[in-house]
């Protein structure tokens, strides 16, 4: 992905050696990855950028309506093999500061899957009885089944993160948390899920305009409350918060994505394409049938 002030031509800093980039996945999974420990600088990436996108925007909503046809039909088959025992299924997690568009996200990309192969989960503060667990209880409890699309509206991430920022808890208990999600995120991909992480980048300034629209419109006051004001205070803590929670824990088994979230087209043609190169990856085919199918047809065609 581009960063800002990079020079055409010159590796931006930080950048893996060729060697490294080799073995990074192909497409726009390679290309959004971010890489496991190394320092991150979120604000060297430009959350108005566009990184492989189709030409201008029209190409880019015509081009998520034909994906839409294309993850169905995945979806449909991740399903069927799961009624033969195949337990693969696929988690998308999304974060990113309020506003960011992680409910858009939801609606306008994850309204391509058939809803009924769908587990959709918004993870809002811990109640009283979640609080008597570990902060990975709950998340255990809204994973998705074999063969099912399972989306993350917030997740653990929440306990690094607004748990960092806010100090909810002891530094050390956030600092032993990260290593419990890496081993937790890797059981799920041992067990078949594959984890889509996908951070939705935006800046300070969007922000303020996308906020702004809310209160601007009377029909939008519901979604905006003042303390989105004093968490605008917060916005460089939280960006070091996600900064180390996307170095410690983009992983071979569970890596995470940037996308950048400024342009809402591109944010909605970035992660249909990340899911549809997942899909594409498992290529779960439909089970074939356990019964005699020639008996089974000849005996409808004579009356029964």
């Known amino acids: 992905m581009a960063k800002k002030d990079t020079k055409k031509g010159k590796a931006a800093k930080g950048a893996k050696s060729p060697a490294n980039k080799q073995r990074r996945p192909a497409g726009l999974r390679g290309l959004l990855r971010i890489p496991g420990d190394e320092p991150l600088d979120l604000s060297s990436y430009d959350a108005a950028d566009t990184p492989a996108s189709p030409a201008d925007r029209i190409d880019a909503l015509a081009d998520t309506i034909q994906m839409g046809e294309r993850l169905g039909e995945l979806q449909e088959r991740l399903f069927a093999a799961s009624t033969s025992g195949d337990r693969r299924r696929l988690l998308l997690v999304l974060q990113g500061m309020d506003t960011s568009g992680k409910g858009g ?9 058939n809803p009924s192969g769908c587990r959709v989960r918004a993870f809002k503060a811990p109640t009283a009885k979640e609080l008597n667990h570990s902060f990975l209880w709950r998340i255990k409890k809204a994973l998705p089944l074999p063969g099912e699309i399972g989306i993350f509206d917030r997740s653990h991430y929440e306990d690094v993160l607004i748990a960092r920022v806010r100090e909810l808890v002891p530094p050390d208990a956030v600092e032993r948390r990260y290593e419990k999600i890496n081993r937790f995120e890797k059981s799920l991909a041992d067990d078949g899920v594959t984890v ?55 992983t071979d088994a569970a890596p995470w994505y940037l996308v950048p979230a400024d342009r809402k087209w591109y944010r909605n043609w970035a992660v249909s394409k990340l899911l549809l190169e997942h899909l594409q990856a498992l290529d779960p085919q439909y089970p074939k049938a356990d019964f005699d199918v020639a008996a089974c047809r000849t005996a409808l065609l004579h009356g029964h």
């Not at 305009?209 to 009377?218: A, I, K, S, T, Y």
Request: contains cysteine; charged residues 30%; hydrophobic residues 40%.
């Open 196 to 250: 889509v992480k996908v951070f939705l980048h935006i800046s300070h300034e969007e922000q303020r305009g996308r906020l702004l629209e809310r209160l601007d419109n009377p029909d939008k006051h519901w979604k905006f409350h003042p303390g989105d004001i004093d968490e605008r205070k917060l916005w460089p803590a939280y960006m070091r918060a996600y900064a180390l929670a996307l170095e410690r824990c983009s």
């Open 105 to 113: 996200t939801v609606k306008h990309v994850i309204g391509q899957f």
